[in-house]
């Protein structure tokens, strides 16, 4: 499950990158603020499913 969160997290962020860059070229600046948004919500998954991996190894080796 977790890489598929992965997976997810990080197709996310592309999809914001993509969103970002179009929003600059096109000069519009509420699709690149989303594009932005997105980004930071991939982050966001990303950094959850570290602490999982933590929470994960620290009960293992308990």
Same mark, same amino acid.
């Given at each position: 499950?977790?890489?598929?969160?992965?997976? @997810?997290?990080?197709?996310?962020?592309?999809?914001? @990158?993509? !969103?970002?860059?179009?929003?600059?070229?096109?000069?519009? +600046?509420? !699709?690149?603020? +989303?594009? @932005?948004? @997105?980004? #930071? !919500?991939?982050?966001? #998954?990303?950094? !959850?499913?570290?602490?999982?991996?933590?929470?994960?190894?620290?009960?293992?080796?308990?």
């Amino acid at each position: 499950m977790a890489a598929e969160d992965r997976i @997810k997290a990080t197709a996310k962020n592309l999809e914001g @990158k993509v !969103q970002e860059v179009v929003g600059e070229l096109s000069g519009n +600046e509420r !699709q690149k603020v +989303e594009g @932005k948004v @997105k980004q #930071m !919500q991939a982050k966001a #998954m990303h950094e !959850q499913e570290n602490l999982k991996d933590d929470a994960k190894k620290f009960i293992d080796r308990a």
